[in-house]
Nanobody, 127 residues
């Protein structure tokens, strides 16, 4: 069993930055891929970025060049650095984990294959 907890959301203006954190607890946390997903009002949940334990990454096209995912295995924490934020990035952002041997980061993101989900953190980009 794994638990994941997100933090770092908030309200910013367009062009500003935020860093989200996802901390996993459990003895096998470092064997799990971690993904960031988001859901805007009235829209389906989508995969934003996912990372394997060995730092293989995936980004959805709309965030490439603006978002950076990274992980600190010693702290069981994955970060999502979000730069040049746009109003369309406004959503609830969720962190999820899945055993790495079961899925690639790309498939995890595209097919929403998180096994353990956090409660979400709100990101609002507005002037």
């Amino acid at each position: 069993q794994l638990q994941v907890v997100e933090s770092g959301g908030g309200k910013v203006q367009p062009g500003e930055s935020l860093r989200l954190s996802c901390t996993a607890s459990g003895s096998t946390a470092d064997s799990h891929s971690i993904g960031w997903f988001r859901q805007a009002p009235g829209k389906e949940r989508e995969g934003v970025s996912c990372i394997s334990p060995h730092n293989t990454t995936y980004y959805t096209n709309s965030v490439k060049g603006r978002f950076t995912i990274s992980r600190d295995n010693a702290k069981n924490t994955v970060y999502l650095q979000m730069d040049s934020l746009k109003p369309e990035d406004t959503a609830v952002y969720y962190c999820a984990a899945r055993l790495a041997m079961m899925v690639t980061p790309e498939n995890m993101c595209i097919r929403l294959l998180g096994r353990y989900w956090g409660q979400g953190t709100q990101v609002t980009v507005s002037s």
